[in-house]
């Protein structure tokens, strides 16, 4: 046998479980086919992660000198998972002790990490992550992300 034959080479081990969404292009007789299930699956993994860290406690500390001055570190516990308009997998942190910001009592921050293809994870010190301050709760129901105040980058753990 040659290997230029027509044969078909079935895999020794499928892990497709019964499920295959395949997109491929071929010329004659070749052909590449990629299975685009597990593109889908890592985008739905960001969001698992992400949800997965509602009720666990976090610590958020300065990453360089900002406006609110030294008010760092300050520890919250994740209250849920947001998507603000185009902006995916923010998290609402609920903190432990409130701070004044231009006359307004701060008892809620939005944070995510800073690079757009990681999510926060526990189990890593100093993340880089933003530090979106929330002045009213029922901002939370608009689709805009500059309704939160950027006031710097924090390091999370």
Request: hydrophobic share 40%.
């Amino acid at each position: 046998m040659d290997c230029f034959s027509n044969n078909k080479v079935e895999p020794y081990l499928d892990l497709s479980q019964g499920f295959k969404l395949t997109f491929g292009i071929f010329a004659g007789d070749a052909g590449i086919y990629i299975n685009i299930l597990p593109i889908f699956f890592l985008g739905f993994l960001k969001i698992i992660e992400a949800s997965n860290l509602v009720g666990r406690k976090i610590t958020i500390l300065e990453f360089r000198e900002t406006e609110l001055g030294d008010i760092f570190p300050y520890t919250g516990t994740i209250k849920k998972r947001l998507d603000i308009g185009k902006e995916k997998n923010y998290l609402l942190v609920k903190l432990d002790v409130n701070f004044q910001y231009e006359n307004k009592t701060i008892s809620h921050i939005l944070t995510k990490a800073k690079d757009q293809d990681q999510t926060l994870t526990l189990r890593k010190k100093n993340q880089l992550a933003f530090f979106r301050i929330v002045l009213s709760e029922n901002d939370l129901m608009d689709s805009s992300i500059e309704k939160f105040l950027f006031i710097d980058w924090v390091k999370i753990y």
